[in-house]
């Protein structure tokens, strides 16, 4: 999909007029919202005036669930009901995930109804902000207009269908989702420049993600990414918390010397390094002085540079996957014109030295690492809803790159949607049977710009069965083209007087580079004409087998109607018009056929009606007739 900056008439939007957005970043480890307020973007903050929301959950029995660091806290009293780091399990189903569905005495939850849990608390968070949030009679003043959330740029359909899924069942408007790396780079007002390729180096809790972003003409195209789903802040906790284990000493008890630590001090103990790992990215040296829940102590002074290589070689893998996420790209560090820094945990110092070492140039760290995700869709947000700044006349909009369309008989594509059409965009249209009889029609999705099927990309099939029997053409489906904001296309065919109805989706733009599409585009302009002709003839040859059936059931009926002579006539006629068919060269020879056999077969059509006419007739007092007609 490809993302098309195009200028809207510039109307000033008044203060009265102005919509509420919120751009969400529903991370792994924590989760923000932020919105722009007087043309700035900022972090909406709890009544504590904390930025960041842990993205934990606590479930109890007959009570609301907790969200967030109470929610945490309970990991050390009652970790069973506890549910962190759901983000890891959005798009897959309670089946595969033993975690969450074996949550203690409340019962099972899929990830959708956990992200929804903190989704609902942010919404909440700005509502409260805003002033959305209902007064004392329950009378809501205002609403939130639309809501932009961020995903991971390696997000596929499942998982970005499941964070659509949580944003509705919190109640939030959701006008698209965002990819984390493009947020980053709005936030920074990368999208602003001509044209660049941009590096988004981001590490989180427990995930590490590089996205390398090219920027032209304000269309942020993804051009390779690279991540360590298992590699993040935590795992420098553990490095630090290892070396706190080794060194903790008996308490005053004599009971308490065993050298395995309980599952309270092991919790006491990470809470504690995760705590001073974060000290050691602002001080030199730290002081530990710990007592844990045993009795037992740590005493202990490490320094920044006795963290720094503990961790070393976590940080080497980071790196390493960005080398390699940047040959993917088919560029050189030196080649990035600009660097991000996204992630709580590239507050690290040793972090922003290894990424200035790799890349030649310092990155960009002004803004909140923690935050700029956040920011960067609440900018977003507030563009979707319409809010602009003076002289800020622009939109970000996507298109559809290539045409959408179906299979129609003979190989022929009917285009239903096309190119550069603005999503989200929905259009109908209505099909009937080629076949007396039919009950099922076969409905193959294509993109692209030829006329022909074989020319074209398939995308899907499905089957629309239950078709009530008629004769052909009397049964009418509507296809339904939809596609959402985030270029998902749904396909929906329905059987109008029955209501029978069945339906794909597809993410046509997947797999699809601007090169692929650009090759689709040339070699739509130079078949062209081409293209026209094979599109009557292979028209004509539908045309004429649709007329060969008809008469072929036609016979089967009414034979006695038709004298020898004509029935050898039309017989020979059919003969020559299939043969014309079969080779599919001549659309002025079609024609002629089917000219030739629709004038042998006029008589007998006569005869038919006629007939047709005396059966409806007998029985029948005239009377009758008036209001049966
Ligand atoms: P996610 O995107 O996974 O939700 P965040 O971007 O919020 O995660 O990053 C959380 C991580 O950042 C945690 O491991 C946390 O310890 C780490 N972090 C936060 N502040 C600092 C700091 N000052 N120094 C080092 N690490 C930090
Ligand atoms: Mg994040």
Redesign the pocket.
Known sequence: MALLQIAEPGQSSAPHEHRLAIGIDL?????LVATVRSGLPEVIVDESGRA?LP?AVWYRADHAPVVGEVALAQRITDPRNVVVSVKRWMGRSLSEIDSLADLGDSGPRSPVQVSAEILKTLRERAEQALGAAPDVLGIRHQEITGAVITVPAHFDDAQRQATKDSARLAGIPVLRLLNEPTAAAIAYGLDQQAQGRFVIY?L????FDVSILQLSRGVFEVLSTGGDTAL???D??RTLFDHLAGLVVPGALPDLTLSVLSDADTSALRVES?RV??LL??HAEVQVNCALPSGRRVEVSVTAAEFEKMSAALLARTIVTTRRALRDAGMQASEADGVVL????T??PAVRRAVADLFGREPLTNLD??QVVALGAAMQANLLVGNRAPGEDWLLLDVIPLSLGLETMGGLVERILTRNTTIPAARAQEFTTFKDGQTAMAVHVVQGERELVADCRSLGRFELRGIPPMVAGAARIQVTFQVDADGLLSVAARELSTGVEASVTVKPSYGLGDEAIAQMLTDAFGHAEADARMRSLHEQAVDAERLLLATQTAIEQDSALLSVADQALIGQRMAELSELCETLKDADALRAGIAALSAATEGFAAARMDQAVRQALAGRRVEDLDTNV
Do not use: C, Q
Not at 27 to 31: A, V
Not at 342 to 345: H, K, P, Q, T
């Open positions: 991370g792994t480890t924590n989760s960041l993205s981001d989180g809790g427990g995930t993040g802040g935590d420098f906790d995760r790992k974060e990215s602002s996204v992630g709580g945990a507050r690290m690492p923690d």
